[in-house]
């Protein structure tokens, strides 16, 4: 029901900084979490970072110090902001929502790609 669109991604040299941005296409309603997941060619897909309505966060080992994880209601937005980043970061990256009512909204994805 909810359409979720990702941006921002591209092609970035390994140590340089991107930032995820995902619209909706209606006003969030009933929201429990916000999240960013990735996947790369031939592995499986993985948790980047999560924020809950209360603003805790949650990030995989592999991002922590590295990737800020933002959500704002009011705009329709949720945002990654993604610095340091390395070759291992490459995935398509997907934004998800998941209401209280445990409906889960999936975006689309948007390619991120880190040269040396």
């Known amino acids: 029901q909810v359409q979720l669109v990702e941006s921002g991604g591209g092609l970035v040299q390994t140590g340089g900084s991107l930032r995820l941005s995902c619209v909706a296409s209606?006003?969030?309603?009933?929201?429990?979490?916000m999240r960013w997941y990735r996947q790369a060619p031939g592995k499986q897909r993985e948790l980047v970072a999560g924020?809950?309505?209360?603003?805790?966060?949650n990030y995989v080992d592999s991002v922590k110090g590295r990737f800020t994880i933002s959500g704002d209601t009011a705009k329709n937005t949720i945002d990654l902001q993604m610095n340091s980043l390395t070759p291992e970061d490459t995935a398509v990256y997907y934004c998800?929502?998941?209401?209280?009512?445990?409906?889960?909204?999936w975006g689309q994805g948007t390619q991120v790609t880190v040269s040396s």
């Open positions: 209606r006003n969030f309603v009933g929201i429990k979490t």
């Open positions: 924020i809950a309505k209360d603003g805790t966060t």
């Open positions: 998800v929502v998941t209401t209280i009512w445990d409906s889960d909204y």
